[in-house]
């Protein structure tokens, strides 16, 4: 996404859309709608752009305990500066990046696909109660209770339920 830097006036103003996903070249193991969501709220000063970015997509997972398939609405953020002062060797950062009055156009693409990574969960649950799978039947206890647990307590009986039918 370029951002042309002679559209903006000065001040602050927003700046809402949508972008491909093909385009920001993000893979689809997560996301499989084609478009990411960008608000930009942006401040332009005479030596200084700063642009706020939240970045909105849709996801989807599979959860990490009952092994379903959810859908996930994700929201991230981003910060960069654009700026035409000098930038010293302790101050380079990577959400800086140094323009000149000449320069026309600014591509944030990198930002944007970044706070979209970012913004995946390390843990995936479709809710964060989710009970998972029954670790001796396999069933899903979210929708269904199994025996297991039962059977449980019925083994400290089986000794004695052996006895009852010998007798
Ligand atoms: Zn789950
Ligand atoms: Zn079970």
Do not use: H
């Amino acid at each position: 996404m370029q951002i042309r830097l002679n559209a903006l006036r000065e001040g602050f103003q927003k700046i809402e859309g949508s972008l491909p996903r093909e385009l920001l070249d993000i893979s689809d193991e997560w996301f499989k709608q084609p478009l990411v969501d960008v608000n930009l709220s942006i401040n332009k000063g005479s030596s200084e752009i700063s642009i706020d970015g939240i970045v909105r997509a849709e996801a989807e997972f599979e959860c990490d305990r009952c092994l379903v398939p959810f859908t996930q609405n994700l929201q991230s953020n981003f910060q960069v500066i654009l700026t035409t002062g000098n930038i010293g060797p302790e101050q380079i950062d990577e959400n800086i990046i140094s323009i000149t009055q000449t320069t026309m156009e600014v591509d944030i693409s990198n930002y944007i696909r970044d706070a979209v990574l970012l913004s995946v969960p390390m843990k995936k649950l479709c809710d964060e109660n989710c009970r998972g799978l029954c670790s001796r039947c396999g069933v899903n206890l979210n929708l269904e209770r199994c025996k297991c647990g039962q059977n449980e307590s019925d083994d400290r009986w089986e000794p004695l339920k052996k006895m009852l039918t010998l007798s």
